[in-house]
């Protein structure tokens, strides 16, 4: 289940208001107006979906809402957990057969450790389970990259926008010096809109890219845990051995607490 992630909001708001600051330790309450100019709003905002739709096909830019969005949340997966799934999935097996696993799939949410059990189940080779299951990820990381790169890409064209708006302000007021009211306008258009690029894609583009590449590198890393799991299950594993195999992902401070744990159950153990 995912779950709102509040450091991305956090950020957001922190990284608007260290600017906001900014302004107003130079300049003043007065001076924020000064930082407001629509046309340089629309000339980056404008820019970027137009070299977005350029970029993209539509079908994909229907989801960069979606992708967004995950970048608000993220899912709560414990290793440990999984490593105890394991467990007793292995001590089940090695007790009552690998047909035996079949009841276990109802009570299991992840799709994935699902899907491997099966195969286990159906009776395949090891290296067979592995190239299957890899093959999902690899499958996985490519429809991940797809939604990131339109993030990436906005990244690239917001600061470009924002040169884009800067060269269109300063030929209006090359054009228009024997005018001093038009060179403030003409000023602020040139200077707000590399401004509002480089601010786009440096607080909201970049960093909510990275943010997901970031979730996917976990989500790999979570997957390729199960894929050890379900091959140590449908050879046969003891489970003590197994356990021991997986908890090399975890870290120092985790196996710490994994082995506090079960020293503890052990004690409670009649």
């Not at 995950?70 to 414990?78: A, V």
């Not at 690029?197 to 790999?220: C, D, H, R, Y």
């Amino acid at each position: 289940m995912r779950k709102l992630d509040m450091l991305t909001p956090i950020g957001l708001v922190f990284g608007v208001l260290m600017v906001i600051f900014g302004v107003v330790a130079t300049g003043g309450f007065s001076g924020i107006n000064s930082f407001f100019d629509p046309a340089s709003i629309f000339i980056v905002f404008g820019g970027v979906i137009a070299g977005l739709l350029v970029s993209f096909p539509l079908k994909e830019l229907k989801h960069v809402f979606i992708v967004i969005k995950k970048g608000f949340s993220h899912e709560e997966k414990s290793i440990q957990q999984l490593i105890q799934t394991f467990v007793k999935l292995s001590d089940r097996a090695r007790r009552e057969g690998l047909l035996s696993l079949e009841i276990e799939l109802a009570k299991e949410p992840d799709s994935f450790v699902r899907k491997g059990i099966i195969l286990a189940v159906d009776g395949m080779e090891p290296a067979m389970i592995q190239d299957i299951m890899d093959a999902d990820i690899l499958a996985m990381e490519e429809r991940h990259k797809k939604g990131r790169s339109i993030l990436e890409k906005a990244g690239e064209y917001a600061p470009a926008w924002g040169m884009i708006g800067t060269l269109i302000g300063l030929v209006l007021m090359l054009k228009n010096l024997e005018d001093p009211a038009n060179l403030g306008p003409s000023m602020a258009i040139a200077l707000l809109t590399t401004l509002y690029g480089s601010l786009l894609a440096n607080l909201f583009f970049i960093p909510m890219a990275a943010k997901l590449e970031a979730q996917t590198e976990a989500e790999v890393f979570y997957k390729q845990i199960i894929i050890e799991g379900v091959i140590g299950v449908q050879s046969g594993q003891n489970p003590s051995v197994l356990r021991e195999k997986l908890s090399v992902f975890l870290s120092e401070k985790e196996r710490r607490e994994a082995e506090e744990m079960e020293d503890a159950e052990e004690a409670f153990k009649p």
